[in-house]
């Protein structure tokens, strides 16, 4: 089986992630619940992967580091947790489901939403945003990486862009653990991490990583192990936004995916992009085959065959060829409206994946265009 389903989770994880994971499983207590040894434990490795997530990630302070179960509920707790009626939020056609839901909820309670199209390229247009981006816009949010091209906006140029007073909230689903993000010299208030994608962790990882200025209210209610005397949620980060048994076992993946990455960054980014060269430059040679994507540090490659739908190309990748591919409109329909598109497939690669993976994928696509219909 080849796995080039990446994006949707991360099909490859390090040795030291699993072996970690496990370790975590086997000795696991409530973290911050209890005042036994076990429990004290847990909860000082959940604030060591607290305060190493905040450093790779340019925190302004460890509490300011939110664990979430993905990056879905970094982003509701972002957007629901800081939009009240009246606000005004500009975002963009390259959003994810879990950017549009949220802000189509707060449509409904009383938030005017204003989407930046793409521009010829085919990028974020940055002009556009800057215009729908007034002095009485309340938030920015952009995607750092589309879900289904792989295309990034340079976040320094949207941060001058927008009023300063502005929020930038920012998915980093497809972006985090394949380029450096530090929240502080970016200027970004609110940072989604998605942990097992390109983190390396399990899933049921997450985090939201917070700027000074960027204060949610709660958006779930329960117990946090402090202030148990309050009936309120607690008026201090992180547990302010924590309710609920954190997962532990997550957690640790997190921290040692993080530990993982660190130096393997630049060499990590250098072979995706040759990896998603190649494939590009492959399918882009193949008759009745359009590419959506250019070369790009994160692995994705969307595309489609002419008369062939997406979740047929995709079938026949699984069950002739045992490549797992993800057809369909990918949670971002916004996305593909923009492009002319009803349905693309996407192949995305990791850092595990190999330049003989690509050659073989390369040879099954043939063999379907050659006998597409």
């Excluded at 390396?200 to 117990?223: E, T």
Aim: glycine letters at 10%; aromatic letters at 6%; charged letters at 20%.
């Amino acid at each position: 089986m080849i796995y080039f389903d990446n994006a949707a989770t991360g099909g490859f994880k390090p040795e030291s992630v699993i072996s970690a994971t496990g370790a975590a499983l086997r000795a696991c207590a409530n973290p911050g619940r209890s005042g036994h040894r076990l429990s004290l434990a847990c909860a000082e490795r959940v604030q060591a992967v607290r305060s190493l997530l905040g450093g790779f990630f340019g925190a302004p302070s460890a509490d300011r580091v939110i664990f979430t179960k993905n990056c879905t509920e970094a982003l509701n707790i972002a957007i629901l947790g800081t939009l009240k009626a009246g606000d005004k939020v500009v975002a963009t056609v390259a959003e994810h489901n879990s950017v549009l839901r949220p802000l189509k909820y707060a449509e409904g309670l009383g938030v005017t939403v204003r989407y930046a199209p793409l521009d010829k390229s085919g990028n974020i247009d940055l002009k556009a945003l800057a215009a729908l981006a007034d002095d009485e816009t309340t938030a920015v949010v952009i995607t750092l990486a589309s879900n289904v091209t792989g295309i990034g906006p340079d976040i320094c140029a949207v941060k001058r862009s927008i009023p300063q007073n502005a929020l930038l909230i920012c998915d980093g689903a497809q972006a985090c653990g394949h380029v450096n993000i530090d929240i502080t010299s970016l200027g970004i208030d609110a940072l989604a991490v998605a942990g097992h994608k390109g983190m390396m962790a399990a899933q049921g990882s997450g985090a939201l990583i917070m700027s000074s200025r960027f204060n949610p209210s709660p958006v779930m209610f329960g117990g946090t192990g402090s202030e148990s005397y309050n009936l309120a949620m607690p008026s201090f980060y992180p547990d302010r936004l924590e309710a609920g048994t954190l997962n532990y076992p997550a957690i640790v993946s997190l921290g040692e995916g993080v530990l993982w990455l660190k130096p393997r960054m630049y060499e990590n980014r250098d072979r995706l992009v040759y990896l998603t060269d190649l494939l590009i430059n492959g399918l882009a040679e193949m008759p009745f085959v359009k590419v959506y994507s250019r070369t790009n540090v994160f692995g994705i490659v969307a595309f489609d065959v002419e008369g062939m739908p997406s979740e047929a190309v995709a079938e026949r990748l699984s069950e002739q060829y045992s490549v797992c591919v993800r057809a369909g409109l990918h949670c971002a329909p916004l996305m593909h409206g923009a492009l002319g598109s009803s349905g693309l497939v996407r192949a995305s690669l990791s850092p595990f994946n190999t330049q003989g993976e690509v050659e073989y994928f390369l040879r099954c696509m043939r063999e379907i265009v050659d006998g597409r219909g």
